[in-house]
């Protein structure tokens, strides 16, 4: 897999227990080793990708391509214009992407619905399940509307263990 330029620096990396709202002017925003995090990126931003995250809520805008990479027990709330996903497992993914596409690949226990007032469905292309002649096991639809409005009262910085505990 193509992994991100050498000149991408991680805007964010190796951090625990926090609350991150991302602002940046860079074209791409690379994102990498979180666990037990809320990170909001408002954006939009050209690209982004992220990757090596446990536990955490993520909320991602994008004008461009949105990669994720080894997400674990997490949320993702995204908008973009193309999405891939891989190798991601036990994860709740609310979208909107432009191009009605999703690739999904060696992802399990995933769990799809519609990003906040969004009514464009989006068609999913799993390469580890090339078949659509037979119901996917990787992921399932789901009519649930995310309300994660709680999070918005929450100030950045460091995470109480009350509110780690609801991730």
Same mark, same amino acid.
């Given at each position: ?30 994102? &990498? ?20 995250? &446990? ?20 949320? +993702? ?5 193309? +999405?891939?996903?891989?190798? &991601? ?21 995933? &769990? ?7 009514? *464009? ?14 119901? *996917? ?9 995310? *309300?994660? *409005? ?18």
């Amino acid at each position: 897999l193509p992994q991100p330029k050498p000149e991408a620096e991680p805007v964010l990396s190796g951090r625990a227990c926090f609350k991150e709202t991302i602002t940046t002017k860079l074209q791409h925003m690379y994102v &990498t080793d979180l666990s037990q995090c809320i990170i909001s990126a408002p954006g939009p931003v050209g690209s982004i990708h992220v990757k090596n995250v &446990t536990q955490a809520i993520v909320s991602l805008v994008s004008d461009g391509p949105v990669f994720i990479h080894d997400f674990t027990d997490a949320i +993702l709330i995204v908008k973009c214009h193309q +999405l891939r996903v891989h190798n &991601t497992k036990n994860v709740k993914l609310f979208m909107d992407v432009g191009s009605k596409r999703a690739i999904i690949e060696q992802c399990s226990a995933l &769990t799809v619905g519609l990003y906040p007032g969004s009514q *464009n469905m989006v068609e999913i292309d799993d390469f580890s399940w090339p078949t659509k002649n037979q119901a *996917n096991p990787h992921y399932d639809f789901s009519t649930e509307s995310p *309300n994660y *409005n709680w999070v918005d009262s929450i100030g950045d910085g460091s995470l109480s263990p009350e509110v780690v505990r609801r991730l």
